[in-house]
């Protein structure tokens, strides 16, 4: 790393530290480290399975991980093998605000989350959670290609313009994933939080800012992205790379898939369900280009936020079949 990055690294890792905190390896439960071997089983027979629809960065990427098969890893070990990578992670607690965790990534740190999934969420973590963190993003920070573009879209997220409906976001998604991993939630207040939610998203559609747009794009991309061609697709995205259901759910032939444009800003994710329709680039390089596009128009260059993306020559309406 440049002189310059490490310098904005540790500026950026100084004011944010009260984001951040230790992992305390020593009180992982025996739970917690079952979690995490039956968690890692699943993955593995899911490349076993399906390992000619993931990506080779991934699968390159989770060798050189070097993952511990019985015990929850350490984040020392884990920056030890992230190392040459320009990259590092740091623990923090669940959700962090918005604005903290693209500063942190626009500066090559990712932030996971120190907490792993409870022995009922195996399938699918309703907060923040260790092994999606690890399993899903990190062995494709080990791509030069994913990685920068990783750094890139965080530092364009902080940059970008929020509106009071994030912040209203942030809040709403923080409130139902602290009830729905708290055994004993009861069943009212979930309800009343998920309808609190969809609220805020329904907001959103109407009223979106160039955060929101910016974090569609990258849950699109980074989350739930597939790369290729619709008869030779491959899945990056972490959402999908961590969990089995969503991964086959995505390359199962009646997924309906969509060309990858700035169309994507206008299209929320599902994350109670598995989603409708998954966006597929054609490379990292065009979800690089498709970023720029959406930069030259952001009201930090002179631009205004875009209401729609009319003319844009990546944009589609087509529904493309999924073909096996």
């Not at 040459?84 to 500063?103: E, F, H, K, L, S």
């Not at 491959?234 to 199962?252: K, M, N, Q, T, Y």
Request: charged share 25%.
């Amino acid at each position: 790393m440049d002189v310059d990055r490490e310098r904005r690294r540790t500026r950026v890792l100084e004011e944010l530290g009260i984001y951040c905190t230790t992992q305390e390896h020593d009180r992982y439960t025996a739970s917690d480290h079952a979690v995490w071997q039956t968690v890692l089983a699943r993955n593995e027979e899911l490349i076993a399975r399906h390992g000619d629809a993931i990506h080779h960065a991934h699968l390159e990427g989770l060798d050189a991980l070097e993952l511990p098969r019985c015990r929850v890893p350490r984040i020392e070990e884990l920056n030890e093998r992230l190392s040459g990578t320009g990259w590092r992670t740091v623990c923090v607690d669940g959700y962090i605000p918005t604005d903290a965790y693209v500063r942190l990534m626009s500066v090559g740190v990712f932030p996971v989350s120190r907490a792993v999934r409870r022995p009922e969420h195996i399938d699918y973590a309703p907060a923040p959670d260790l092994a999606h963190d690890v399993l899903g993003h990190l062995p494709m920070l080990f791509s030069t290609e994913h990685g920068d573009y990783h750094r890139r879209i965080g530092a364009a997220m902080s940059r970008a313009v929020p509106g009071v409906l994030d912040g209203e976001l942030y809040a709403a998604n923080r409130h139902l994933s602290a009830l729905k991993s708290t055994p004993g939630s009861a069943t009212i207040d979930v309800l009343a939080a998920e309808a609190s939610l969809r609220g805020v998203h329904d907001a959103l559609r109407r009223d979106a800012s160039e955060l929101t747009h910016l974090m569609r794009m990258y849950l699109w991309s980074i989350e739930f992205g597939l790369v290729g061609t619709p008869e030779e697709r491959f899945v990056v995205g972490a959402g999908l790379l961590s969990s089995p259901r969503e991964f086959r759910a995505a390359i199962d032939e009646s997924a309906e898939l969509v060309p990858y444009s700035l169309d994507v800003i206008h299209h929320d994710i599902e994350f109670s369900d598995l989603q409708h329709r998954y966006f597929l680039s054609r490379d990292f390089d065009h979800m690089e280009e498709v970023l720029a596009l959406y930069e030259s128009g952001m009201r930090h260059s002179g631009g205004g936020v875009r209401a729609s993306v009319a003319g844009d020559p990546g944009r589609s309406e087509l529904r493309m079949p999924h073909h096996a």
